[in-house]
C-alpha cells in the first residue's frame, strides 16, 4: 500500500507557499530503461545524487548478443522489438556525451547520415546545407543501446542502481489538501512477503514506462490522474534476422523497406553486427492476418510476397520467432491539473506521462528528450510549485505536437484499414475541404520524392528537431508544393502508392500456407501412427 506520513505547514487551502528545494537533491528514479537510465545521467550531470530502482537483474556480461538474448527483460514488454534511434536523441547525446557515443559505436552501432538515406534519385542530386549533420539516426538493438548506456550510468559516482526490487509505495506528506513526495517503499523481489523498506528522497522520477503503476498509488492517496487515451487498434509482431556470411544489407532502391498496404504495415529496422528486425503491423479488423502473423513460417512468407522486405529476408537467417506486441494506445496523464499540481516533488518521465505509438519510432526519442527538459527546470528554480508548473508547461509546448501528431496517425490509420477492408475508395473527398488536404498531401509526396529542400524539411520533423509541420511554414517549400499541385491528383498519386500484393492476394496467400500447414501436420500425424 502506499504510505503518506507527517504533516508540514507548507501548504495553505491546497496552495503552496513558497515550497523551496536544494538545488542539488537526493533523487529517486523509478525505472532503469532507456528512459530510467537516461534521467539519471541528465540529473547525475547536473550535481544531483540518483539512485535508480529497477525490477529486473542487471544486464549480463558478455557483448551485445548476450544483452538480445539472454538479459531477462520482463519489466520492458517493448525490450526486444525494434526502435529507431531518431536525430532529436542522437543529437542529445552527441552535444553533451560525446564519450557514451563512442561507446556505442565500439558496441556496434551505427550511424547512418541524411545522405545516406536518401533515395537513388535525390542523392544523386545531393550538395551538403548547413543543418544536414543533425540529420541522422543510430543503427542498433535496443538490448545494445540500453546495455551501453548501463554500463556508462554505473561508472558515474553519484548514480546508485538497485536491482530486483520492487516499488510498492509513494511515501508523501500531506497538510490540508497538498501532497509532497519524500520517498519510497520498496520490497526485495527475493521476499516478495518480507518487510519493506522505506526509502526518503528529495525527488521522486517515475521512468516506468508503460506499466506505471504510479497513477493508481496516487488514486489511493486521493489524487486522480486524469488521462486521455486513444487505442490505435493494431498489433504488431516482430522477428530478427542475422544477415548470412559473406552477405551485406540490400541497397536502397525503388521499393521501401518501409510502407503502409492498407491491410498492413510493415518495416525493416537495420540493427548492429549483421542484425536487424522487421515488423508487420496488422489492424484489429484483420483477423486473419493477426493470427497469421503468429507463426513464424507465414510471417517470412508474407515478408517475402513485399518486394521491399523480399531482399533482406532473401540474404538471412531468423534468430528468433515472431512475436507479438498489443495493448498500442496514445496516452497522455495530466500531473498539473489547470496549473495546481497532483503532488509537489514527483514528475513522470518518457510512456510513464505520454505514450505514443511505437511503429513511428519516437518514444526513446521523446524519452530522452523529456529528461532533459526537467533537468534543465530544476536548475531553474528551487520553488517546489514552480518546478512542476514549468516541466508541466514544457512538456505541453515541446512534446504535445508530437504526441498529438501520432494520435492523429493513429486515427487515419484506422479509417485506411477499414476502408481497405470494405473495399471503400480511401482518399476519395467528400467535401471540399478534405479534397484540399488530400491534393495538399499528394503534391507534398511527390514534392519531397524529387525536391531536396522539400525532403530536408519533412526530415526535420520525422527527426523530431521542429514542431510537426512547421517545415511547411517556409515560403520556398511552400512554393513548391503549390506548384505539384497545379500539376493534378492523378499525376501526383504515384507518391502514395505502396508496391506489394493487395489485400485479397495476401489472404489467399496466408490461406494457402495454412493449408499447406495442415497437410503437412497430417502427414506427419500419419508417419507417427505408422
Known sequence: MPASVGATDNFVFGITKDVSMSAVANVAVVGSGMCGMT????????GHQVTVFERDPPPPAGNADDAFFNWQRLGAAQFRHPHAFLGGMCNIIRDNYPDLLEAFYAAGARRVGFEEMLPPPLKAQYTQEEGDDRLWVLLCRRATMETVIRRYVETLPNVTIRNRVHVVGLITESAGDGLVARGLEIRDRADEQGVSERVAADLVIDASGRGTRFPAMLRELGREVTEEV???EIIYYTRHYRLLPGQ???PRGENRSAGDLGYLKYGVFPGDNGHFAIILCVPDCEPELKEAVRDPATFDRMCASIPGLEPWIARSEPTTESFGFGDIKAVWRHYVPEGSPLVLGF???GDATLRTNPLYGRGCSTGLMHAHILADVLESTTDARERAVRFDARTRDELRPIWEASRNEDRNGTKRALATMTGAAVDRPDSLRKWFGLAFGDALLAAARDDLHVMRGMMRTFHLLERPGDFLKDGKTRRKVMRYMLRGRRRNA??????????AEMLALVGQGASQGAQGAAQED????A
Open 39 to 46: 534521467t539519471a545521467l541528465a540529473l547525475a550531470r547536473r
Open 248 to 250: 551485406s544489407e540490400p
Open 230 to 232: 486513444e487505442d490505435a
Open 347 to 349: 514528475f513522470g518521465v
Open 526 to 529: 500419419r508417419a507417427r501412427a
Open 494 to 503: 504515384g507518391a502514395r502508392l505502396q508496391i506489394g500484393p493487395s489485400r
